[in-house]
């Protein structure tokens, strides 16, 4: 495995529809230290935290502050879709609320806030 594969590394996401944001923008994004302290962080205001390798490495092109590209909507949309049932309490296909590749301590309702980043959540590779 290369030092480079054994890296951790981490992406935030924001997005506000009702503030007026057109797409979801990269607020936060590192490798090592920066990537654990985006997790600790994340984690530290109770916002979930999905691990999806792929994304992270897209989103790692992106430049902070910066919307994501209209190539990522859909998968980001996903990601967002898949937050509001979890938070929602909507069951998945199987007829279960499944959250093992995120943690939360989030009570609050999804229309208090902005979507959390993705609605702030990090995103990691596993």
Request: no cysteine; proline share 8%; glycine share 8%.
């Amino acid at each position: 495995m290369s030092r480079r594969e054994r890296r951790t590394s981490a992406a935030a996401l924001a997005y506000d529809a009702k503030g007026g944001d057109k797409a979801p923008r990269v607020v936060a994004k590192g490798y090592g230290l920066v990537a654990e302290m985006i997790i600790q962080r994340a984690q530290e205001a109770g916002l979930y935290v999905h691990r999806a390798p792929e994304m992270v490495s897209l989103l790692m092109q992106v430049d902070l502050d910066a919307r994501i590209p209209p190539e990522l909507y859909k998968a980001v949309a996903e990601l967002l879709a898949w937050l509001y049932r979890l938070e929602s309490g909507v069951a998945d296909d199987d007829g279960t609320a499944e959250a093992a590749t995120a943690t939360s301590s989030r009570a609050s309702d999804p229309g208090d806030s902005p979507m959390p980043p993705v609605t702030g959540v990090p995103l990691l590779p596993r």
